[in-house]
């Protein structure tokens, strides 16, 4: 399967400040990602589509103008948490599609919000 | 109703015990089924694709009915390194490349 890489795998900011996080597509060209969002002992919520090379595709109920996707290769996507509040604070998982309808994970970013 | 429902779990079994999950989904035009197994603090990983036929890899037998909407994950002679929570997985009403998690049944196997 395809390997996927985030970085940071953890991050802790201040309210307020924005986070950025990198998805990286390692060894396969990926015209889609997903972004998923965890929070403790809750499952995965997608939270938006990234298509490279135009907009990101955003589940109801999330900001896209809080959360703001570029996906300017086929192996980078990036999501960045403007003006991040405590209650932002989740766990962070990027997707890749492989060539089925089966998807690899990236290890994930942990961000707390203080 | 949630698209994906899940065993609310926990289960705590013992070594060698057999054990099974049931998952069940509302979208009858779903075409693709998982299985991911995903430990503390870890992000997903694939166990399994579920096909009409059912499938087994290894001790692990995963079974499909599309009447009943209805999907299973059965272990066989569990081991303590099958600790971890189980998310049964369906792509999205109207999108191939979509998924939508259950909210995961965790399973912890006792020495």
């Known amino acids: 399967g395809a390997v996927v890489s985030q970085h940071p795998s953890w991050v802790i900011c201040k309210s307020g400040t924005s986070v950025k996080i990198e998805c990286r597509s390692l060894?396969?060209?990926?015209?889609?990602m997903f972004w998923y969002r965890q929070f403790p002992k809750q499952s995965l919520m997608l939270m938006a589509t990234?298509?490279?090379?135009?907009?990101?595709?955003?589940e109801q109920g999330v900001e896209k103008d809080k959360f703001l996707i570029n996906h300017a290769s086929l192996t980078l996507s990036t999501l960045t948490v403007t003006s991040a509040h405590p209650e932002d604070s989740s766990f962070y998982i990027c997707?890749?599609?492989?060539?089925?309808?089966?998807?690899?994970f990236g290890p994930g970013t942990r961000l707390t919000v203080l | 109703r949630k698209e994906v429902e899940q065993d609310p779990g926990p289960f705590n079994v013992p070594e060698g015990a057999t054990v099974a999950f049931n998952c069940t989904y509302s979208?009858?035009?779903?075409?693709?089924f998982f299985w991911y197994r995903q430990d503390c603090r870890k992000e997903p990983k694939l166990l399994m694709s579920?096909?009409?036929s059912g499938n087994e890899d290894g001790r692990f037998t995963a079974q499909l009915n599309r009447a009943s909407q209805y999907i299973s994950l059965l272990i066989r002679d569990s081991k303590l390194s099958d600790s971890a929570t189980y998310l049964c997985?369906?792509?999205?009403?109207?999108?191939?490349?979509?998924?939508?998690f259950g909210s995961g049944t965790q399973l912890t196997v006792l020495p």
């Open positions: 997707s890749v599609g492989g060539h089925t309808d089966t998807q690899y």
């Open positions: 060894d396969f060209q990926a015209t889609t």
């Open positions: 990234s298509n490279e090379g135009s907009k990101a595709t955003y």
């Open positions: 979208n009858s035009a779903s075409q693709s």
């Open positions: 579920v096909y009409s």
């Open positions: 997985v369906v792509n999205r009403r109207g999108s191939a490349r979509q998924l939508t």
